[in-house]
């Protein structure tokens, strides 16, 4: 094990202390030396390659986020959502510290595709907001968030965005010499202890990589409050957490490319806010297969593919050790992209996709049957350039089946009726131009329309969602969510400065959203569950980007001043009622000076009240928290390092997620002043 929990707070002060000490007492053993030079943000990756776009080509202004080397490191939290909420337009659906997943343009759940190397991640954090996603933050070397074009050839789920995270667990390069990662971090509101290693070695043509990474954290500290059941306290209750996880992959380096194989488990224990006596046991395996194979000549110029195979497993612990209910998730995919020849201007590549998934919910308070999911699709994306004008052209069609067993023979209460299977055919079609007006101004214009098929979950839920708090109802004659969407961006970008404005629009003729019905029903222990039912919905979401930064270089170091806001707006168009749970406006404003080896980034992050919400729903108060982040690059030995202490949320602001669905909204507030520090090592 990495990281050993320490056995009292004083211990735990002490560990703490040193932690922050060490950049001064690694100058004083090494003496007087040259400052280290600033690491960019991508030093760990020797090129930057958008895994999303399969051609690896620039994006128009906006469809293209990432965070990497020092930025993702300063930036990272507990969860995938938490780490990229900083972003514009990307938000989270926070269910407590442990299970927040990625919003983007206040589309979540199904309609953001979640990948890891630009493969599948296999789990069920898409079925229900409580269902956590198996990636840790600690141990990626990039995340990408990637929209426009290039996303919807991922399937309709993709309509909202891809969120990409890569690793080296399949080295993609040869490996002259062991080098390696170690980080160790304490503090922040949920007293985190985590640690974690990456290693990565090779001979000759094989290349080969280990990682390995632990969290633990107590139950989060938030501002004084009363939560929506009267009790008032400082603590988020039941949101403490044990992960563990780590990764052993190796690859053989050709000379026209490379194939390799890697595993990896991740572990989870994590409490569920909203019973308090209900613990979750999550763990995850993966099996995954990629490589690439590159030619010079030739009708074909590049073959890439990834497979894999993952078994997740989902068990919900009653207080007494019983197992309430158990979510088994089985599946494996495979996606094969193959590069054209360029035809003059014209680059492209097509594909395939094929995935399964074999899932099942076992137990009592069991809320969807077990049931097979199958799909297949082509995609082709071409891309042509002429002249101040690039044009890109997309396609993607899928056949989806999706088979339920219904009720068990000796089921004591049937509630999903007889063995059921629908079949759908979704497609999705999108076009974009950029066009460089000069060279600091680009415009850029993107339309799709797009489909997607219902979840097993959307067609059959039926039962009480012990972990949500809600009865949730499935629609077995849901049709296909159907969207067209529009987006306008302008950037600038000349002398150290940067501007940009998006603006987009998306009508759905069917939107399928999770809303309370006004009914309760009987838990069966003496009380009542809300009713939440998938129904299809006409809808519209738009909204709005806006970017701008400036730099300038100084003798003594360098400023840089960032700004960014964004919203979304939708509404369900034949009633007028707003969509449930979508982000209200976001403010970022940002200053980092960097003078020699040290850095620091003061910013503030301010949300609107959410008053817009339907009306079985409440209104979310606004807030505004300041976060100071401080970091040192240092030499150890012939090593590098860095240092950094990050205090969050200094005013101590009691804030609410308005992405959260009710039920745990007035039970896990944002998280209250804290002070985080880590070291990394970099070998």
Not at 72 to 77: A, D, K, S, V, Y
Not at 187 to 212: F, I, K, T, Y
Not at 299 to 326: C, F, K, M, N
Request: hydrophobic share 35%.
């Amino acid at each position: 094990m990495l990281f050993i929990q320490p056995k009292n707070p004083k211990r735990y002060r002490l560990t703490a202390l040193a932690l922050a000490c060490v950049p001064y007492l690694a100058q004083a053993d090494n003496g007087p030396s040259e400052a280290p030079a600033a690491r960019t943000s991508n030093e760990k990756l020797s090129t930057v390659t958008v895994t999303g776009n399969p051609l690896r080509s620039n994006e128009a202004p906006g469809q293209l986020r990432s965070l990497a080397g020092d930025d993702l490191t300063l930036q990272r939290g507990t969860s995938l959502g938490d780490t990229l909420s900083g972003l514009s337009g990307v938000g989270s659906s926070y269910f407590g510290p442990n299970a927040n997943r990625p919003t983007i343009r206040g589309l979540d759940g199904d309609r953001v595709r979640l990948m890891s190397n630009s493969g599948a991640s296999v789990d069920a954090s898409s079925l229900s907001f409580d269902h956590a996603v198996p990636i840790d933050p600690l141990v990626i070397e990039r995340v990408e968030v990637l929209r426009g074009a290039s996303a919807l050839l991922y399937g309709g789920n993709a309509l909202g965005g891809v969120v990409n995270t890569l690793d080296n667990r399949i080295p993609r390069q040869r490996q002259a010499e062991l080098s390696g990662v170690t980080e160790f971090r304490l503090g922040g509101a949920n007293g985190e202890r985590s640690a974690a290693a990456v290693l990565d070695g090779g001979a000759g043509d094989w290349a080969w990589h280990a990682d390995l990474a632990g969290r633990r954290t107590s139950d989060l500290r938030v501002p004084r409050f009363t939560d929506s059941e009267g009790q008032t306290g400082q603590r988020v209750r039941n949101s403490a957490s044990d992960s563990q996880g780590g990764a052993l992959g190796t690859s053989r380096q050709l000379a026209n490319g490379y194939v390799g194989l890697s595993f990896d488990g991740y572990r989870s224990d994590y409490g569920v806010t909203v019973e308090p006596d209900v613990k979750i046991k999550m763990e995850r395996q993966r099996l995954a297969n990629a490589g690439e194979l590159r030619w010079s000549d030739g009708p074909l110029r590049r073959l890439r593919w990834q497979a894999s195979a993952s078994r997740y497993e989902h068990r919900e612990i009653e207080g007494d050790g019983a197992v309430g209910t158990v979510f088994n998730s089985r599946g494996k995919d495979l996606r094969i992209e193959a590069e054209h020849e360029p035809l003059g201007s014209l680059r492209g590549v097509i594909g395939t996709q094929l995935e399964r998934s074999d899932f099942s919910a076992l137990g009592e308070e069991a809320l969807v049957p077990t049931t097979r999911t199958r799909s297949a699709a082509l995609f082709v994306l071409e891309q042509l350039q002429l002249g101040d004008w690039h044009l890109s052209a997309g396609a993607r069609r899928e056949q989806v089946r999706i088979n339920s067993d219904g009720d068990g023979a000796d089921a004591a209460e049937p509630r999903f009726g007889a063995p059921d299977a629908r079949r759908f055919k979704p497609g999705s079609v999108s076009l974009s131009a950029n066009w460089h007006l000069s060279s600091s101004w680009e415009l850029a214009l993107n339309l799709n329309q797009s489909e997607r098929s219902p979840t097993f979950a959307e067609l059959y839920a039926n039962g009480i969602h012990v972990a949500s708090g809600a009865f949730e109802r499935g629609d077995r004659l849901l049709g296909l969510e159907k969207a067209r969407g529009a987006e306008l961006s302008l950037g600038w970008e000349a002398h150290g400065a940067g501007l940009r404005l998006g603006l987009y629009r998306t009508r759905f003729s069917n939107y399928i959203a999770l809303q309370a019905t006004g009914e309760q029903v009987d838990d069966g222990e003496g009380g009542e569950q809300p009713v939440y039912a998938y129904h299809g919905v006409r809808a519209q979401l738009q909204g709005f980007e806006l970017e701008a930064h400036q730099e300038w270089k100084l003798a003594a170091g360098s400023l840089k001043v960032s700004a960014a806001l964004d919203a979304v707006r939708g509404t369900e168009l034949a009633t007028g009622e707003p969509l449930p749970r979508l982000a209200p406006m976001k403010a970022v404003l940002a200053a980092e000076w960097r003078q020699g080896p040290w850095s620091n980034r003061l910013e503030w992050r301010g949300v609107a009240r959410q008053d817009r919400v339907p009306a079985l729903d409440r209104a979310t108060a606004g807030y505004g928290t300041v976060r100071l982040a401080i970091a040192r690059q240092f030499r150890l030995g012939e090593n590098d390092a860095l240092w950094y202490l990050r205090l969050d949320n200094l005013g101590n602001q009691l804030a609410f997620n308005a992405g959260s669905p009710l039920t745990i909204r007035g039970l896990a507030p944002l998280p209250g002043r804290a002070v985080q520090t880590g070291v990394q090592f970099r070998f």
